[in-house]
C-alpha cells in the first residue's frame, strides 16, 4: 500500500519498497506502485533536502580543480591574468562573451554562470570605510546629530 512520505521514517520505508520492486515487469501493478513511490521519494526529497542554487564563480572553480587546470589556463577564456583574479575574486562580473567560453570549454551550464553571484563579505577594514563614508555622507547634518547617528552605527554593529 503506498502511503504518504512524510517523515524520515516513512521515507526509509518507501525507499525499501522501491529496492523490492526495482525489477518489476513493464506494465505490472508493481511497476505503476513504483513509478508512484519514486514520485513521492523525489516529492519529499525535494522538500527535505533542497539544493542551494551554485555560485558561479564556486562552480568555475570546482570544475578547474576538476580538470586539473589552474588559473592560467582560464585566461584564453577570460583574459588577462589580472582579469582572471578580479574574476575570480569577485570584483569584475562575468560578461556574456566570457560566459559564452566557459560554457563551451568547461561545459558549465549557462544557467549556472548566469546567476547572481552572492554578496561578497567586507574585507578587512571595509566596516570602518563603510562607516566613515556613511558619516562623510551626513555632512549636511548638524555636528550634534551626526555624533548621535555615528555612536548608534558603531553601536549596532554597521
Request: charge should be positive; hydrophobic fraction near 40%.
Given at each position: ?147 548621535t547617528l555615528t555612536r548608534k552605527l558603531r553601536a549596532s554593529g554597521r
Open positions: 500500500m503506498i502511503e504518504p512520505i512524510v517523515d524520515p521514517a516513512s521515507h526509509r520505508r518507501a525507499l525499501h519498497r522501491i529496492e523490492a520492486l526495482w525489477n518489476a515487469k513493464t506494465g505490472s501493478r508493481e511497476e505503476r506502485e513504483l513509478d508512484a513511490l519514486a514520485t513521492l521519494v523525489d516529492a519529499y526529497e525535494r522538500r527535505a533536502f533542497p539544493i542551494d542554487r551554485l555560485d558561479p564563480l564556486e562552480a568555475i572553480k570546482l570544475r578547474c580543480e576538476q580538470l586539473g587546470w589552474n588559473r592560467r589556463q582560464l585566461e584564453p577564456l577570460i583574459g588577462s591574468r589580472a582579469r582572471v583574479s578580479e574574476v575570480l575574486s569577485g570584483r569584475r562580473a562575468l560578461t556574456l562573451p566570457m560566459i559564452r567560453r566557459i560554457n563551451e570549454s568547461l561545459g558549465i551550464p549557462a544557467e549556472v554562470l548566469i546567476a547572481e553571484p552572492p554578496p561578497r563579505p567586507l574585507r578587512k577594514g571595509g566596516r570602518r570605510k563603510a562607516l566613515a563614508l556613511a558619516t562623510a555622507s551626513l555632512a549636511s547634518i548638524g555636528s550634534s546629530d551626526r555624533r
